[in-house]
């Protein structure tokens, strides 16, 4: 074996045509190198690659995505480390193993989950321990005492109920139910596939029966489920699809089953059921998409139906020809759905009517599954091929409309934002991939429908009091803007020292778009660090003591700028005095700079207590008693030695004026506000 090292199922392999020990093997583990003739491989792990099926997310904050991999098992990793170190390949765990096809996790107990390997082998997960206990059903003897023949699919589906947290539906070619989290399963329906012999069927023209490369396309079974959907509005109306394009439909829980194949009009016989989607926009309604690329049909079938499947109608202008792998509908906004195809993401607006393709920077590439997150709005998007994607908050999606597009500006929904302390570890892994992490703070999104000359965006508190003022685009179009949840001092002389201060306290902020005479308004609510308990009170104290710290650091930076501004303007007059013959004047220009010099180096010794916000804010500890004392030591000296700053501009007004006249006379630093704790 020539890469015994290698991960199997090789899929492409170069040999450099000038040096033949120097090869590259691409499989189902990536790209890896050799240099000697395969004696020795390295695998490459920069680059982001993965061939995932089926992706799920939970609802641990921040969230954690999970999916299953071609001949890689399930993993999980988190969308958010909360590191300067990104979202790195150490990141990611291990839940299940063989091919990785669904990963559904419990939506309120965020230690379990279901993972599963091909042809519907489940496992629950308990993600606390990492034990695992296998539960493909297995059916129970007919009247006739006889086993059911069951048929699992290469990539089984499994469906958690909307409706009851411990309701779990898997199908083969019955679809089970299990009310006990897979504990026990029975199985609710008969067989929901046509149970056709597929050597009878034909795979690019070529009949089943006869001789191929990979017998029946190389797959075991043939006539199984491939699709369950619960209608959200009501548990007792249950979908299924089947790889041989048989669609079925319950609205009494199994009871009894209506076949609707038919009714799909225009739809090729035995075209493979890749998603259905029961919508929770009005009962009855009911999305279908269909993969017929096994015979040599790339065409997007996809299917809408308002009355449980009894009338179809083909959706999907502006969808290209190519197969339907994913299909889902936004939470919130029925009329929002997203499609994946061989190359890439589509979005429709409009129940399905006409769609768009997504860029977002996504490479072509196959998309064969799509989750938007309940609570955090998420669009999460797996690739085969190019690992997992995610498009952070869509809310500009979910909330466009014609108003907003016609409005003269308009902010859409700011999501919730936390105020964290991100871990910062040294850290220096050359070679090897990391994700960035999304940016820490408040995401706003507006829209422009026409250029502005001028435009303002503004952060208040509730009281209506500046908090913040951002840099933002004026051109037509939906822009992005991140608060930091860093303040900054007014609009006076008094900000222009300090530069950003502490982030906000915990609460609800105003975020204003003023474009001429137009004012528009969003709430943005920001959030202690949940892992972290300090009391309202400790809390704004302990902010308290940040903002004092940065006030009079904020002095300091003033003072040391004005220092620095006359010491430049007494060098330029002494250059000019050098060629009088003043001795006199010169004499009197260096003991003035002497005593910047000096009241610099006061400063400086005095502003440590200025500085120490920054200390105090990396933590959610209250201050220690040093750096309260070296606060109240800045706050004893600085106000003084400002005083001092503002009298000694009065000593080189006085030497400027005897070198330069008065038409050229330079503009001196501005007399500086005196800093009070009480302001």
Not at 288 to 302: E, I, K, Q, T
Not at 671 to 679: D, H, T
Request: overall charge negative.
């Amino acid at each position: 074996d020539a890469a015994a090292d290698v991960h199997l199922d090789h899929h492409a392999l170069w040999i450099n045509p000038d040096n033949s020990d120097h090869m590259i093997l691409g499989s189902d583990g990536g790209v890896s190198i050799s240099w000697d003739r395969s004696d020795n491989w390295y695998q490459f792990r920069n680059l982001p690659l993965g061939q995932f099926y089926e992706i799920g997310v939970d609802m641990r904050d921040p969230y954690h995505v999970c999916g299953g991999l071609q001949d890689n098992g399930s993993w999980c990793a988190p969308s958010d480390t909360r590191s300067n170190q990104g979202i790195r390949t150490r990141d990611w765990y291990n839940v299940g193993s063989g091919d990785g096809f669904f990963t559904v996790m419990h939506p309120s107990n965020t230690s379990l989950m279901f993972a599963e390997s091909q042809g519907g082998n489940l496992i629950r997960v308990n993600l606390e321990t990492m034990e695992r206990t296998r539960m493909r059903p297995i059916g129970r003897p007919d009247a006739d005492d006889e086993m059911p023949e069951l048929r699992w699919n290469w990539d089984t589906p499994v469906v958690l109920s909307s409706h009851d947290e411990s309701t779990l539906y898997i199908g083969s070619n019955l679809l089970f139910r299990s009310s006990d989290l897979g504990q026990s399963f029975t199985a609710i329906s008969g067989d929901l596939t046509w149970s056709v012999d597929r050597d009878t069927l034909s795979i690019m023209g070529v009949p089943g029966g006869s001789a191929q490369m990979s017998r029946n396309d190389g797959q075991s079974s043939y006539g199984n489920l491939t699709a369950i959907a619960e209608s959200p509005l009501n548990e007792a109306v249950i979908y299924t699809g089947a790889d041989d394009g048989r669609v079925h439909v319950t609205q009494d829980s199994g009871e009894t089953w209506t076949d609707i194949t038919d009714r799909l009009e225009g739809l090729p016989r035995y075209a493979y059921v890749t998603r259905i989607v029961a919508s929770h926009g009005q009962d009855g309604e009911v999305f279908a998409a269909f993969d017929n690329h096994r015979n040599d049909d790339f065409n997007s079938y996809l299917y809408h139906s308002e009355n449980f499947g009894q009338d179809w109608r083909r959706i999907g202008s502006g969808l290209p020809a190519s197969s339907l792998n994913a299909l889902a509908q936004h939470p919130d906004n029925a009329e929002l759905l997203f499609v994946g195809n061989e190359v890439g993401v589509y979005v429709s607006a409009d129940a399905g009517v006409t769609w768009v393709q997504m860029g977002s920077g996504l490479p072509t590439v196959p998309v064969d599954d799509i989750k938007i997150h309940p609570r955090e709005n998420d669009l999460i998007i797996g690739t085969h091929g190019r690992g997992v994607w995610i498009i952070d908050d869509i809310s500009p999606l979910e909330h466009l409309s014609t108003n907003v597009m016609v409005a003269n500006a308009h902010i859409f929904p700011i999501r919730r934002a936390t105020s964290f302390n991100p871990y910062t570890p040294q850290g220096w892994t050359p070679g090897i991939f990391a994700a960035p992490n999304p940016p820490s703070g408040a995401r706003i999104r507006y829209h422009l429908s026409s250029d502005v000359e001028e435009l303002e965006l503004r952060v208040t508190d509730a009281t209506g009091k500046l908090v913040r003022k951002l840099d933002a685009q004026v051109a037509s179009g939906v822009h992005e803007v991140i608060w930091d949840l860093r303040l900054q001092l007014g609009s006076g002389e008094e900000s222009a020292g300090g530069g950003l201060g502490p982030r906000v306290l915990p609460g609800a902020y105003i975020v204003e778009l003023v474009t001429g005479a137009d004012i528009v308004q969003s709430e943005v609510s920001v959030r202690m660090d949940p892992r972290v308990e300090i009391g309202r009170r400790e809390l704004m104290a302990r902010h308290q003591v940040m903002i004092d710290s940065y006030r009079i650091g904020s002095a300091v930076g003033l003072a040391e700028r004005a220092l620095e501004e006359a010491t430049n303007q007494l060098v330029a007059a002494g250059e000019l005095v050098a060629g009088r013959d003043n001795e006199g004047l010169t004499s009197e220009i260096q003991q003035v700079r002497e005593k910047l010099a000096a009241l610099n180096e006061e400063l400086d010794d005095s502003s440590g207590g200025g500085r120490v916000w920054r200390g105090i804010e990396t933590s959610g500890a209250m201050p220690t008693a040093d750096a309260l004392y070296q606060i109240e030591e800045s706050w004893a000296k600085v106000p003084s030695l400002t005083e001092g700053v503002n009298a000694i501009i009065g000593d080189v007004e006085s030497v400027l004026r005897q070198v330069y006249a008065p038409i050229a006379m330079p503009d001196l630093p501005n007399e500086l506000p005196i800093p009070s704790k009480g302001r």
